[in-house]
């Protein structure tokens, strides 16, 4: 019997979820980088996240870098 795999991110997504209040007071603004349920670090830049997912978890592992806001941007594509 085939294994339901889980979606993309999604671990990483609900950990990123479950910790942003606390993360609000101390890092808003920047950029966190999780894989798995690895909280590697924050950064000021995406550019600075996205180097240290790379150099941590190479180009062939899943890894969420995202801006810890407290109201998420909406985009709008037409």
């Not at 019997?1 to 479950?18: G, I, N, T, V």
């Not at 590697?40 to 180097?51: I, N, V, W």
Request: glycine share 6%; aromatic share 14%; no cysteine.
């Amino acid at each position: 019997m085939a294994r339901k795999r889980k979606p993309s991110l999604a671990e990483e997504l609900s950990l990123y979820d479950s910790k942003k209040s606390q993360w609000l007071e101390f890092h808003s603004g920047e950029f966190v980088l999780i894989s798995d349920a690895t909280i590697a670090g924050f950064f000021p830049s995406y550019e600075k996240a996205l180097e240290e997912g790379l150099r941590a978890f190479g180009i062939g592992k899943d890894f969420l870098i995202k801006q810890v806001v407290e109201q998420e941007p909406v985009f709008v594509i037409y």
